[in-house]
């Protein structure tokens, strides 16, 4: 269809050049065959450009259609009229230019606007640019057409020429299809570039009235014109590619961002059988808080160079927000793309003096016969979300039973929020448990651990297992902590009054805590408004999450220290273990992890040796948590550890029940125990 009109526009214009050739001179039948061609171009470039399908302006188009018909149809009454009265006619041939750049410019326009320009489209451009010239060249003679020995005619037949290679070239096919039309840029941007060509038409009629006026030579108004207009252009479209580029590309990493994974997905889904990774990096919120956004920024370049690599040349990397990747891939090549990525994770990045090790979630999504890109996006994040509650470091594919987890995980999020937040009761509450810490050796009682648990008004009692980690990726953790503070202290208070013989509690402290400035002079200011003593108050930190340089947490453990609250250093032997934070902060006690103690084999022995021997050097106290049988008890006595924590002395206990256990009168045996959690 489309190459048949262009026949139809260069045989209306050979017909009419040949025709002057013939005569002689220009004939109006002549300028009416040219202007059959005009016609028929007008309607190639106006069918090009009026190919929407929403029917609500359909009618509106149509009627432009007709109205830019019925001028060209005037003018080619006005051309014959004027050609046969005085053989030059200056007002149509300054006409017909002004409308050759109109269509050449709206030409360029869908160019630029399309996303498939072949090369057949830039022979319809460059021969769009000699017409312009040839026609312009007329004009300035005050005529539409050239007379035979002109050297325009040359351009014209180059002209000719080219639009019918361009016709011929199988590229032209694409370029006038339904997937060319349809395959839109962004029309603001690339109309903004073309905006200088307006001005073209515009200047070279007047710069050639006033040259005129002083004689200038016609061939530099020609040269000055389409200097001007090829500047335009060039400008234009450098202006629209970078704009273009800037809208599709993240700046950071110059991988596509959303705008071009969407691009992406419209040219790879017609074919089928794309599936759509999405990646969140593991505790990257904790590398950027500890370490600062220059890291951070380093370590997000890096794991863009891995993941490019897992992917290889055959899907698309895109980084789709904070530390959000997205790879867009063959369905049968996706699993091993994340397998990939996950094992080049194994690998620490160095960045500067730092190692960090990453881990990454990947939910993947495929997508099927008309899935779209918003559906594909929700199905990959919902895996994403189940990899993340699977514990991370994994990849998932989307199923449609991973919905039902993520919506009560949703769900679970809402009602943290509200409960950490308002406190709303709707939401249940938090109870905290206390479990015994016991002197290994005497079986006396030293204090109790605070625990925390939620008690949900649907699901029961919920260990921290179940929303520890829906409080950490929501930022809830410093909330967590003073709640858990407030009640503990109100509780101590409560008991210092009823009379009872209190003993320290120790409570678990977050990271987030650990980098407030202000949190000595809360604990602090929370213990005298109760007007209790700072020695009935341990705080328990763990050294799994590396503190940044320029925490506060070295001047506010210490001023805790100083005010007799004493710090705890939990988890031992599970995260770096190192003397650092033994070093770094005033640690009073070292707590051995279950894990450490439990099953208490030979190798476990030697370790628990060791670190009760270095403890002693350093002059601090070690308990062993996790203690389930009076054998492991025995051992860890023998290995010189002091203090014990662990079901053989009890489970943690309800505050009511840790009372009446606790405060009576010193005991010599263990505290009666195995009473059910809960
Ligand atoms: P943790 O601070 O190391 O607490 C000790 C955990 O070991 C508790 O689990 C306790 O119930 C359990 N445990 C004690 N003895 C035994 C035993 O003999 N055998 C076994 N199998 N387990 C024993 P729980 O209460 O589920 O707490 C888990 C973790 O959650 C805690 O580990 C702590 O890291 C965190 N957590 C608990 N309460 C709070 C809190 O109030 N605030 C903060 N920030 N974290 C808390
Ligand atoms: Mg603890
Ligand atoms: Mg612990």
Not at 328 to 355: I, K, M, S, W
Not at 459 to 470: H, I, N, R, T
Request: proline share 4%; charged share 20%.
């Amino acid at each position: 269809m489309s190459w048949l009109l262009v026949a139809l526009m260069l045989a209306g214009w050979t017909t009419g050049n040949l025709l002057v050739h013939l005569q002689g001179r220009i004939t109006a039948p002549a300028v009416a065959c040219v202007w059959a061609g005009q016609a028929v171009a007008t309607g190639v470039i106006l069918h090009a450009l009026l190919s929407g399908n929403q029917p609500s302006i359909r009618w509106l188009k149509a009627g432009l259609d007709l109205l830019i018909v019925a001028i060209v149809l005037i003018l080619i009454g006005a051309q014959i009229l004027t050609t046969g009265a005085s053989g030059s006619a200056s007002l149509t041939a300054v006409l017909v230019s002004g409308l050759d750049v109109v269509l050449f410019g709206l030409l360029v326009w869908f160019a630029a606007s399309r996303r498939l320009p072949g090369p057949s489209l830039v022979l319809v451009l460059g021969a769009a640019v000699l017409a312009l010239a040839f026609d312009l060249s007329s004009a300035v003679h005050g005529r539409r057409l050239s007379l035979p020995g002109e050297p325009s005619q040359v351009l014209g037949v180059v002209v000719m020429l080219m639009f019918g290679v361009a016709a011929l070239h199988p590229s032209m096919t694409k370029t006038f299809s339904a997937e060319t039309f349809g395959q839109r840029r962004r029309p603001s941007t690339s109309l903004l570039g073309l905006l200088p060509l307006v001005l073209v038409p515009l200047g070279v009629s007047w710069v050639a009235e006033l040259c005129g006026a002083q004689s200038l030579p016609r061939w530099s108004l020609l040269a000055a014109g389409a200097s001007i207009a090829a500047l335009c252009l060039v400008r234009g479209s450098t202006a629209l590619r970078s704009s273009e580029h800037l809208a599709e590309h993240d700046s950071l990493t110059d991988l596509v961002n959303r705008h071009g994974l969407a691009r992406a997905f419209d040219e790879a889904a017609p074919a089928g059988g794309v599936s759509l990774l999405l990646i969140d990096v593991d505790e990257f919120r904790q590398v950027n808080d500890a370490h600062g956004h220059d890291v951070g920024d380093v370590l997000l370049l890096r794991l863009r160079d891995r993941l490019i690599l897992a992917t290889g040349e055959e899907g698309v990397v895109a980084r789709l927000g904070g530390d959000e990747f997205g790879v867009l891939v063959r369905t049968d090549l996706a699993p091993g793309v994340a397998g990939h990525f996950l094992n080049l994770l194994q690998d620490p990045f160095v960045v500067g003096d730092l190692v960090l090790q990453i881990g990454a979630s990947i939910g993947i999504a495929d997508a099927r016969a008309g899935t779209t890109l918003a559906e594909l996006f929700t199905h990959a994040d919902v895996a994403m979300y189940a990899a993340k509650a699977a514990g991370g470091d994994q990849a998932l594919t989307f199923h449609p039973e991973m919905r039902a987890a993520v919506a009560r995980r949703l769900t679970l999020t809402r009602q943290i929020r509200q409960l950490l937040g308002a406190g709303d009761p709707d939401v249940g509450h938090l109870e905290i448990k206390y479990q015994p810490l016991v002197d290994l050796g005497s079986g006396q009682l030293i204090g109790a651990e605070a625990l925390v648990r939620w008690r949900h008004p649907e699901l029961g009692l919920l260990a921290p297992d179940a929303f520890l980690g829906l409080v950490s990726s929501n930022s809830l953790d410093a909330e967590l902590d003073a709640a858990v503070l407030r009640d503990v202290l109100a509780q101590l208070a409560a008991w210092r009054d009823q009379g009872l013989r209190v003993l320290p509690v120790s409570v678990n402290l977050t990271r987030d805590s650990l980098d407030d400035h202000r949190l000595a002079d809360r604990v602090l200011e929370a213990l005298a408004r109760h007007s209790l003593p700072p020695s009935l108050l341990h705080l328990e930190i763990t050294e799994h999450h590396q503190l940044s340089a320029d925490t506060p947490a070295e001047r506010t453990l210490e001023r805790l220290d100083t005010a007799g609250v004493q710090i705890y250093l939990d988890d031992y032997g599970t995260g770096y273990t190192s003397l650092e934070y033994l070093l770094r902060f005033p640690i009073r006690m070292l707590k051995l992890d279950r894990s450490v103690v439990t099953p208490l084999n030979e190798a476990q022995i030697q370790l628990v040796a060791a670190v009760n021997t270095m403890a002693e050097s350093l002059g601090l106290e070690v308990l062993a948590e996790g203690i389930e049988t009076g054998e492991q008890r025995d051992q860890l006595i023998e290995l010189g550890i002091r203090y014990g924590q662990g079901y053989l002395f009890a489970r943690p206990l309800s505050a009511s029940e840790y009372a009446e256990s606790a405060f009576q009168e010193v005991r010599t045996g263990p505290v009666p125990a195995a009473r059910r959690d809960g």
